[in-house]
Antibody, heavy 123, light 107 residues
Framework: QVQLVESGGGVVQPGGSLRLSCAAS????????LHWVRQAPGKGLEWVSL????????DYGPSVRGRFTISRDNSKNTLYLQMNSLRVEDTAVYYC????????????????WGPGTLVIVSS | DIQMTQSPSFLSASVGDTVTITCRAS??????LNWYQQKPGKAPTLLIF???RLQSGVPSRFSASKSGADFTLVISGLQPEDVATYYC?????????FGQGTQLDIK
């Protein structure tokens, strides 16, 4: 079945770096865009980043632009999020999610989502 | 950036009730609106895509519609398993913003 599993979360000091991974299985990885979405403790969902199916286009939310880098390895069916210059406010559960696009290329939606990995930024 | 505003933020209803959650975009998102359900301690799951299309496997008591700038999620015949937080998300332009969420409880 289609599955996404995040890893790489942990505790890091402010100003530090961390790389998250998202391992995919059960679908043609190289045919789908992928997103990162995060959720701070007790808060709502915040969209973080998107990478196209071929890795040629990327986009970022304003709070992470310039600090986070999304990438993918289609030979390994794996998505990454390199997080630098981490701040206390980056503390959150980070989810990866597969993008699905309508056959006519119009609408898109996120399904499925991984279970998430927790990142804690604290001194 | 497009801001998504949901209302209400909290909702308490009885089993069997019909509940309505509204989402409004700060600028037009056309029909590029999705709804997600997040149960406590779990990852979000897709309920509705393209503003009104029910995801496969989602019970038919869930429905959604659009009227002008307002998008509406309706649960007809609330069930105990519907306790969750519901989020709208626009997929029209990046950043693909979410509403702040509506937490639904059973009375």
């Amino acid at each position: 079945q289609v599955q996404l599993v995040e890893s790489g979360g942990g505790v890091v000091q402010p100003g530090g770096s961390l790389r998250l991974s998202c391992a995919a299985s059960g679908f043609t990885f190289s045919s789908h865009g992928l997103h990162w979405v995060r959720q701070a403790p007790g808060k709502g969902l915040e969209w973080v980043s998107l990478i196209w199916f071929d890795g040629n286009n990327k986009d970022y939310g304003p709070s992470v632009r310039g600090r986070f880098t999304i990438s993918r390895d289609n030979s390994k069916n794996t998505l990454y999020l390199q997080m630098n210059s981490l701040r206390v406010e980056d503390t959150a559960v980070y989810y990866c999610a597969r993008e699905n696009v309508a056959a006519d290329g119009t609408w898109s939606w996120l399904d499925p989502w991984g279970p998430g990995t927790l990142v804690i930024v604290s001194s | 950036d497009i801001q998504m505003t949901q209302s209400p933020s909290f909702l308490s209803a009885s089993v069997g009730d019909t509940v309505t959650i509204t989402c409004r975009a700060s600028q037009t998102v056309y029909s590029y609106l999705n709804w997600y359900q997040q149960k406590p301690g779990k990852a979000p799951t897709l309920l509705i895509f393209a503003f009104s299309r029910l995801q496969s496997g989602v019970p038919s008591r869930f429905s959604a519609s659009k009227s002008g700038a307002d998008f509406t999620l309706v649960i007809s015949g609330l069930q105990p398993e519907d306790v969750a937080t519901y989020y709208c998300q626009q997929s029209y332009s990046a950043p693909y913003t979410f509403g702040q969420g509506t937490q639904l409880d059973i009375k």
